[in-house]
């Protein structure tokens, strides 16, 4: 069992910017594939960034792109995911979610391919 454990969420205005953590535990930190979601009330959860098992470009939703970076620490098993120039639409729960095993890459913004997932943290992004 793979344990994810989100941390780094808060209030931040317009403008500003937060970093995510997640550490991860139980498995191998090599052999996973790691992504960040979000979720607001009432919308469908929805992939914010990805970062694979092999040495290529990280993915990234079109609305985050040239914000956010996502990267993988492999000296603390961890996968960060800083994020600048918040806006309100950033407003959601920020989960993290790994997985093993075969991943195409027309799959990478599909939840249900995603074996484990944190509790989820929150980021408020205010006006």
């Known amino acids: 069992q793979v344990s994810l454990v989100e941390s780094g969420g808060g209030l931040v205005q317009t ?12 498995r191998t930190f090599s052999s996973l594939f790691v992504a960040w979601f979000r979720q607001t009330p009432g919308k469908d959860r929805e992939l914010v960034a990805h970062i694979g098992r092999r040495d290529l470009p990280p993915d990234y939703a079109s609305f985050v792109q040239g914000r956010f970076t996502i990267s993988r620490d492999s000296a603390t098993n961890t996968v960060l995911l800083q994020m ?9 729960i920020y989960f993290c979610a790994a ?4 991943l195409y890459r027309g799959d990478i913004g599909t939840p ?16």
Do not use: E, K, M
């Open 99 to 102: 997985g093993a095993g075969t």
């Open 15 to 26: 403008g500003g910017s937060l970093s995510l953590s997640c550490l991860v535990s139980g």
């Open 84 to 92: 600048n120039n918040l806006i309100p639409d950033d407003t959601a």
């Open 112 to 127: 249900s391919r995603y074996n484990y997932w944190g509790q989820g943290t929150q980021v408020t992004v205010s006006s």
